[in-house]
């Protein structure tokens, strides 16, 4: 028989161990914050917002593939982000976000298991984060939210955090060249109506970022 194919999506709590925690540290506490902070003038706002237990989700609008390692060096907690199935096919790019802390799911139905990861993450001194946004958005509008999010917090009992992101959609690499600032949101309590949720969450990144909410179907996930 062949070596069982690991399983991404379903992650117990065990995952989110010190070994884990040092890389996501080692790498985005330093080497990224180091980059962001000498070509982007990294600001960061709002941190007294931030609970201080983890019963919340972190959940950032998204630009860039630098978002999620610059959330990860920003919040107090190591944060474990959802990635899409498709890149855990790629060999070295598996290890490197499976080290990170991320965890894969089909980005077109959340089921049984991304709930239980969420879940045992909670169990755990990490946080989940997700983009409700599910891609990167275009620059100055938020479009493309799904309600996903605000179902896993009424699942998880977890309150909502909004953190608006600026910047990171501009590539930079002289030293000073860029701007980014970064500002976090009086959490939002999770309710049974995920409808509530998101739209409050849509007015705090309006506010938090300056950007304007392009109205479109919400999807389900």
């Known amino acids: 028989m062949g070596k069982e194919k690991k399983n991404y999506s379903k992650r117990p709590a065990e995952t989110f161990n010190k070994f884990r ?14 980059r962001l902070k000498l070509v982007y003038r990294l600001k960061v706002e709002g941190l007294e917002n931030v609970p201080a237990d983890n019963e919340y989700i972190v959940c950032p609008n998204h630009l860039s593939t630098l ?4 959330i990860c060096g920003v919040m107090p907690r190591r944060v474990s982000f959802m990635a899409k199935q498709e890149l855990f096919d790629i060999r ?3 290890w490197w976000i499976d080290w990170l802390g991320a965890f894969a799911v089909n980005r077109e139905s959340l089921g049984p298991s991304t709930i239980k990861t969420v879940m045992n993450i909670k169990k755990s ?6 983009f409700p946004q599910g891609t990167r958005g275009v620059p100055g509008t938020i479009e493309g939210v799904t309600k996903g999010f605000a179902g896993l917090a009424k699942i998880t009992k977890c309150a909502v955090l909004p953190v608006g992101i ?3 959609n501009e590539v930079k690499r002289l030293p000073f060249s860029g701007q980014i600032v970064v500002r976090i949101g009086k959490p939002i309590p999770y309710c049974d109506d995920p409808q509530e949720m998101v739209s409050k969450w849509i007015e705090a990144i309006q506010e ?3 950007f304007k909410y392009v109205e479109a179907e919400i999807k389900n996930n």
């Open 21 to 34: 925690s040092f890389f996501q540290i080692l790498v985005c506490k330093y080497f990224y914050m180091i």
């Open 67 to 70: 978002d999620p390692p610059l």
């Open 92 to 94: 070295f790019l598996r």
């Open 125 to 130: 001194k990490w946080v989940f984060g997700i």
């Open 166 to 168: 600026i910047g990171t």
């Open 208 to 210: 938090l970022t300056g």
